[in-house]
């Protein structure tokens, strides 16, 4: 896979090297340079999840990695099941949230763990990443026993769910998290003053796991045929996506780029509109960003959004017929929750939010999908004060619930960061 550096096309890249490096020359994007067509979709179609995966990935990366490694690397990243119930005879739920973390970002998270580890040269190799709930935990069960990779994550002390906390802090091993005396920007000034220091940078062997590292972008590009796989015409197939940094759209547009022939793709925003203004005007002109109920996307400055562009200008998707995009507030989301209960389906707000845009937009003769984010236990205070039910919970949080948490604490402060990455060797 040759890829370029978006903000300097003549900067180019392998795939081990986009990975190694997250980023490019001034904080530009890795984006494949060209994408081939798939040589035949209606077969891979036929393919299980894990095989048709490695086809896919082998098809997008090239041979950096050997068909027989790449088998081997998907089939552990993608030890857990997608499932796609169907909601009436033209709606159907992709749902992504059955991995170790309760949300889609397992795909990519474990998926760029497992890369990472293949393209490490022995030295040490550190993952320092702050999280505001969700990608901690995704990143910290991808990397958790992983032989000579040590994970640190900080959080915002007492600011993420008590849940959320028991999901990642009580691993232990090689997982090492920080409960930062602070709020999440105080956790990311302090990883980004890390990755300043370049002393420390090369002792430990830095890397932040970023979620624009392009080996999960690629991850997430293999649901999207597992859906088209259960449907019964992928031709009239519009997917719906709840969105927030444009990760998982970019995805699915790249799943289009390498011949998935869906007819087109919803990205479904909360409060924070930036996308759907710019697509009606023409104009980007970002708001301040507004906590929501769907907090898991609340961007203001969607950091994919280069690559979506990017699609369509060098790759030359048709954009304008192919993506559209919708805000939704918090009322609308609540009111797509009790509505989707009252179908049957107990759905997280990010995921009811999806599912409110396609039902809006879908039309007679076409089939929906929409994208379930995360597991509706993930979000039960929201669930239980809009629906009135006792939200069960699943066997992953109900296994740590009263397990001990290992976390450390300390300061907003860069020295004690350093001291507890200097015991870490
Ligand atoms: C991260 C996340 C999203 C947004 O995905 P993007 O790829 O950033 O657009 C949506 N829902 C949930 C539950 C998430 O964790």
């Known amino acids: 896979m040759q890829l370029i550096n978006i903000k300097h096309p003549e900067d180019r890249v392998s795939f081990s090297q986009a990975v190694l490096q997250g980023l490019g020359r001034d904080q530009g994007l890795y ?24 086809l896919i990935l082998h098809h997008l990366i090239g041979d950096e990695i050997s068909r027989s490694r790449l088998e081997q690397i998907v089939a552990s990243a993608f030890d857990f099941p997608v ?20 949300a889609f970002k397992d795909f990519g998270a474990r998926f760029m763990a497992q890369c990472l580890a293949e393209f490490h040269d022995g030295g040490p190799m550190t993952i320092l990443t702050a999280t505001s709930g969700d990608t901690g935990a995704a990143v910290a069960h ?26 990642f802090c009580t691993l232990g091993g090689n997982v090492h998290t ?50 088209a796989a259960s449907v019964s015409d992928v031709r009239q197939t519009v997917f719906s996506v709840p969105s927030g940094n444009f990760g998982n759209v970019t995805a ?4 289009r780029a390498i011949g998935l022939p869906y007819k087109r793709i919803i990205a479904a925003t909360n409060a924070n509109d930036t996308v759907p203004r710019f697509l009606d005007s023409g104009e980007w002109d970002p708001n301040p960003t507004v906590t929501t109920i769907t907090n898991a996307m609340d961007v203001s400055l969607p950091n994919n959004f280069p690559r979506v562009l990017e699609l369509g200008s060098r790759h030359g998707l048709p954009l304008r017929s192919l993506l559209s995009s919708f805000s939704l507030d918090d009322n609308q989301t609540r009111v797509a929750i009790r509505e989707l209960y009252a179908r049957g389906y107990l759905a997280d707000p990010h995921t009811a939010l999806a599912w409110a845009a396609l039902d809006r ?41 009263h397990e001990k948490i290992l976390s450390s604490t300390i300061a907003s402060d860069f020295d004690a960061l350093k001291q507890e990455l200097a015991a870490l060797h």
């Open 252 to 255: 699915g547009l790249v799943a």
């Open 83 to 102: 499932e796609t119930p169907a909601l009436d005879h033209s709606v159907r739920a992709l749902e992504l949230f059955h991995g170790p973390s309760l």
């Open 361 to 401: 937009e879908v039309k007679e003769h076409e089939e929906g999908v929409f994208l379930c984010t995360a597991h509706p236990a993930k979000f039960l205070e929201v669930l239980e004060e809009t629906l009135d039910v006792v939200v069960p919970l699943p066997p992953e949080l109900e296994a740590v619930r």
């Open 178 to 227: 920080i409960a930062v005396d602070s709020d999440f920007d105080a956790c990311q000034q302090l990883v980004k003053q890390s990755f300043e220091e370049p002393e420390l940078k090369r002792e430990l062997g830095l890397n932040s796991a970023n979620s624009i590292n392009i080996a999960r972008l690629v991850a997430q590009v293999c649901y999207y045929f597992e859906a």
């Open 142 to 167: 991808a990397y958790y026993q992983q032989p000579g990779i040590q994970v640190v994550i900080l959080y915002p002390r007492g600011k993420i769910t008590p849940l959320q906390e028991k999901l």
């Open 31 to 54: 984006f494949p340079e060209s994408f081939e067509l798939l040589p035949d979709v209606p077969m891979l179609l036929k393919e299980d999840f894990v095989s048709r995966s490695a």
